[in-house]
Every structure is written in C-alpha cells, then in structure tokens.
Nanobody
Framework: QVQLVESGGGLVQPGGSLRISCAASGSIFGLNAMGWYRQAPGKQRELVATKTNGGSTNYADSLKGRFTISRDNAKNTVDLQMNSLKPEDTAVYYC?????????WGQGTQVTVSS
C-alpha cells in the first residue's frame, strides 16, 4: 500500500516563507517523478511544480522565482520551499508521485497566507 503524507502547512503572513514536505511509503515501482499541485477554493487543481528522477523541473509560470522544489530520490521525498508568499497562494497543496502506470496522491496540506 503506497501512502503519501504531507506536512508543514499552516498560516503565514504575506511576504513570508513556508516549506512543505511529502514522504512516500510503501513500494512504488517505476517511480519517475514527484511534485505538487494545489487547489484554491472554487478553483481547479493546478500544477505547482514537478521534479523527475533525472532532476528536470517544471514550474507553473506564475510561481517561478518564488517556489523551489527539491527531492531525495533515495528516500522518496519531495519538498516545496515557498517564498514571498501572497494571499492568492492560499490553497490545499497536494503531493503526488507518478509512475509508469499510475499516479498516487497525498491527502493535502492547507497553506493559508493572511495577515
């Protein structure tokens, strides 16, 4: 049974920083990428960032320069460092792990940016 568990969400003031983490447990065969999506209230889920096993990264255009994704391939973990946070970054952030045949999802962690 594969499980993805996120941690590190919370409340942060505008302009602040937050780091969220995700750890995958269980046997994941053919894992080739991990990353993050987010979903704000009333909006569709959108890609935040992806990092492949080979180190290639992909970010949502609007987040480049503020968010940084990192992975530990050996531990099957993925982190997201978020800087200069804005109220519009408020959302539930979902970790995912993609294999050749399916995608696994975490339960989500709430990030709220508010003064």
């Amino acid at each position: 049974q594969v499980q993805l568990v996120e941690s590190g969400g919370g409340l942060v003031q505008p302009g602040g920083s937050l780091r969220i983490s995700c750890a995958a447990s269980g046997s994941i065969f053919g894992l080739n990428a991990m990353g993050w999506y987010r979903q704000a209230p009333g909006k569709q889920r959108e890609l935040v960032a992806t990092k492949t096993n080979g180190g290639s990264t992909n970010y949502a255009d609007s987040l480049k320069g503020r968010f940084t994704i990192s992975r530990d391939n050996a531990k099957n973990t993925v982190d997201l460092q978020m800087n200069s946070l804005k109220p519009e970054d408020t959302a539930v952030y979902y970790c995912y792990a993609r294999t050749s045949y399916r995608t696994y999802w975490g339960q989500g962690t709430q990030v709220t940016v508010s003064s």
